[in-house]
């Protein structure tokens, strides 16, 4: 038993080390990053259902690695996340958001919104401090409101950071709503303003379906907008206007695209 044993250790050490030894490689490597101009921010449209018009945006970062290629957050989110290097990463995101909704806006409309994910780790140590955030709008003359905090509900619980957030005025999204057990109680309590429906609810039928309805219902008594996000099908995108939902995110209406992009989409649908 114990030759076996040494055996199987002999057996799976390489390969832990190997992961170990790239996990350390891709942590320098994105310390470097964002210094290195390899960070990019996409945004995917998000729909008014109405009238199908282009209303807000979801900035979504990417990483354009020299050698592995363009990196979907799941794959570096999670580092960063641990590594503590998520504060700067979510500062740089905010910040390429905000000049890219003074443009949006210039084009549109001043009420086009650009949503922006905050995610827990973002909260630890001054995570509830929104000055810096705030002096940076203030500069570029943009209002507050310009701007949608994507959090989860699991921030809900915690009263201190959702009063902070409240009070800086920007919106509040609460993202993947249903996904977990948000009291409902406090979401009028906040100010929330914006729920995303998880995929799962809107890429389900009839009992699913009845449940994105169920949300849909409570939200609008509590004064708070849908927008059902995943939309990938006709038929989900006519099942979540039929509920009467506000807005609409997913590849059905739209991939994550560049900032470039979403400008000449715009131009576009303002065109006369
Ligand atoms: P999320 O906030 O739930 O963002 C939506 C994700 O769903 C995005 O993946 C988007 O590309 C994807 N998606 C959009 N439409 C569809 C669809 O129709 N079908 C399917 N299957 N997927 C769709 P992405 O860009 O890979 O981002 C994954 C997650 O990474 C995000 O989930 C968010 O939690 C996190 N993330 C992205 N950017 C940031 C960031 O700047 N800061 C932080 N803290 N987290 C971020
Ligand atoms: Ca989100
Ligand atoms: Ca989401």
Known sequence: AKEQGRNRFNYFAPFMQEATHTRMTLVSEL????????LRVLYQPIIDLSNGAIVKAEALVRWQHPSRGLLAPAEFIGL?????????????????????????QAISSPSFQISVNKSAWQFRDDGSNYQLWLDFLRQLKLSPRSIIIEVTENLLLESDRMLALQHAHMQIAIDDFGAGNCPVSVLKQFGV????????????????????EAIIAMAHKLGIQVVAEGIETQQQLAAMTAAGCDFGQGYLLSKPISGEELEKQLQKQYAP
Do not use: H, N, T
Not at 31 to 38: G, H, K, S, V, W
Not at 84 to 92: A, C, H, N, T, V
């Open 80 to 104: 960063a996340e641990s590594s503590g290097m998520i504060k700067g990463i979510g500062d740089w995101v905010f910040q390429q958001a905000a000049r890219e909704v003074l443009k949006l």
């Open 31 to 38: 310390r470097e990053a964002l210094q290195r101009d390899q």
């Open 193 to 212: 303003d914006y729920l995303k429906i998880a995929p799962g609810f809107v890429a389900a039928k009839g009992d699913g379906l009845q449940i994105s």
